[in-house]
């Protein structure tokens, strides 16, 4: 492999990274408040907000049921407001944000819907607020769950990266089909998939890690 | 139904300093999407002294779970009034309610601690929920480890805990803002016995020493045969029979109290006379009686003196001697041969030591 074709895998590698890390952190900023929203709205519950659960929640669903390439090319005017381009890797951040946010706020209400009920009416007879009782129960009790889901997301960021390239995102994804694909080059398709493999590797290990570390409940040995 | 003398006695002792007061308190729920409502409490009178334990019993559904959450306004009353020292909490906001809340602690059979703090964090919570700084959390949590013992599992999450620790936790929590009042909900129902024992000790201690008033529910007679002053029996959603326990032990008046009573030795017939006991006498049958033994009558020969002074011939069927709410108090069932005439020759000779007496039927 030439040094060129060396170069062009670290500088993919550094795309992939940049996006993926910028989308999961807004994502993430969004998304956790969106989940925990969801999961405490509902009739009767700390967050009493029905309607308002409900309509969210079908702008969750809808933008989880749009395919990712298609998101992409159909926000674009959207992208071109926030991102000032429509094409590279910055521009490509917005949709990969933009998937990330539904994402991460379903997983997280499923994380927080794990939480016993028994807790929220033990803050209750406390006299936490409804936001003590999301800071210092709900989102500590389930600080495990919401470690995997993110986990998890960024997992799934690395995949959806590689779509980008339909945007001139660059990336990892797209210098596979480019020059793996397209020129006939298996050298580099292996790099790719191998690079990947690691980088999803390493993601899941540190997740499973954290998540262990966050996780006092009682575990069967 | 006549239990009126009793739940009026109950009534004045309470009106003279009661923490919690209920008066004319229901609670009905929406019966899911069946249209009319489920009433979960009916009618409620009930006045929990200062500084006293006050036992809620019933079976499970009997509406206690309900009745003890009107207390902290974890529920709201469909009707009535929930008094705590004096205030009604019903129509409180939320921010009042909060403050309220503050000064009442509450325990739960699931002990519900947070399993990703620690022992200490755990009972640091509701400091640091009104906002108590950090020193003064540590001054306070200390020494409240060290009443329930607990001083070396400072740093243990609750996982690392067994079932009674857990409690002691949760108990410690409770207490933590030095409230006026603790709420008990089934507190040793998911402890084995020992542990019960144990754990009810420390609320005994807690309730002498901090003089803090707890008001608990139980679907367990042994739990308030230990340490409640007062009880309260509820059924299908109202008070059957209610008034100082060691009255409502010796005297159970309702159906439901009887039946709770069951399980306590003495308060039963052994089975060999149950299977045979029959409510009228038949030619031959003998009068089963239960004498009941209250303070220092214990100890009196009153079977000597039945056949000394009436010329009985006493069978013994069963008995114990128990210790409720801290007094002494046995029960002797018997059976004797004799008509109508000499069995209410005999309950008057026994009423006249001071013993209560019952007849259960007769046995051929």
Sequence with gaps: MSPDIAWLIVRATGQTLHM???????????????????????RGELFHAPMTNR?????????????????????????RLVAGTSIGTTAAIVPLTLATIPFVARLVESAIREVDPGLIETARAMGASP??????????????????????TVVSLIGYSAMVGAVGGGGLGDLGIRYGYQRFMPDVMLAV???????????????????RHFDKRARPR | MNMAPRNLKAGEAASQDAIVRFESVSKSFPAGRASGEVIALDDIDLAAPRGSITAIIGRSGAGKSTLIRLVNGLEKPSSGKVLVDGTDIAPLGEKALRETRRQIGMIFQHFNLLSSRTVYDNVALPLEIAGV????????????????????????YPSELSGGQ????????????????????????????ETTLSVLALLRRINQELGLTIILITHEMEVVKSIADHVAVIEQGRIVESGTTFDV???????????????????????????????????????????????????????????????????????????????????????????????????????????TTEVLGHVA
């Design chain 1, 193 to 211: 998939v191998v690079v990947l493999i690691v980088l999803v590797q390493l993601v899941q290990s540190a997740g499973d890690r954290l998540a």
């Design chain 2, 249 to 355: 032990f010796t005297r159970p008046e309702h159906e439901t109290t009887k039946a709770l009573l069951a399980g306590i030795p003495g308060m039963t017939l052994p089975e060999f006379v149950a299977s045979r006991i029959r409510p009228e006498p038949s030619p031959g049958s003998e009068a089963v009686l239960r004498i009941v033994f209250t303070g220092t009558h214990a100890t009196d020969p009153v079977l000597s003196r039945l056949s000394k002074e009436l010329g009985l011939e006493v069978n013994i069927l069963g008995g114990a001697v128990d210790e409720i709410a801290g007094r002494p108090f046995g029960t002797l069932i018997v059976s004797f041969k004799g008509d109508d005439a000499k069995i209410a020759e005999t309950r008057a000779f026994l009423a006249g030591l001071g013993l």
């Design chain 1, 55 to 79: 309509v969210l929640g079908a702008i969750v669903n809808a933008t989880r049921s749009t395919p990712f390439i298609i998101l992409v090319v159909a926000i674009i005017p959207f992208t």
């Design chain 2, 133 to 156: 700084a950090a020193r003064e959390i540590e001054a306070r949590v200390t020494p409240l480890l060290d009443l329930v013992g607990l001083a070396d599992k400072r740093n243990r």
């Design chain 1, 20 to 42: 993926v890390s910028v989308a999961a952190l807004i994502g993430s900023l969004i998304g956790i408040p969106l989940g925990v929203f969801l999961a405490t709205s509902g």
């Design chain 2, 166 to 193: 857990k409690q002691r936790v949760g108990i410690a929590r409770a207490i933590a803002m030095q409230p006026k009042l603790l709420l008990s909900d089934e507190a040793t129902s998911a402890l084995d016995p």
């Design chain 1, 131 to 152: 936001f003590q009782i999301v800071w210092k129960v709900l989102l500590a009790e389930a600080r495990p769950g919401i470690t995997l889901a993110l986990t998890l």
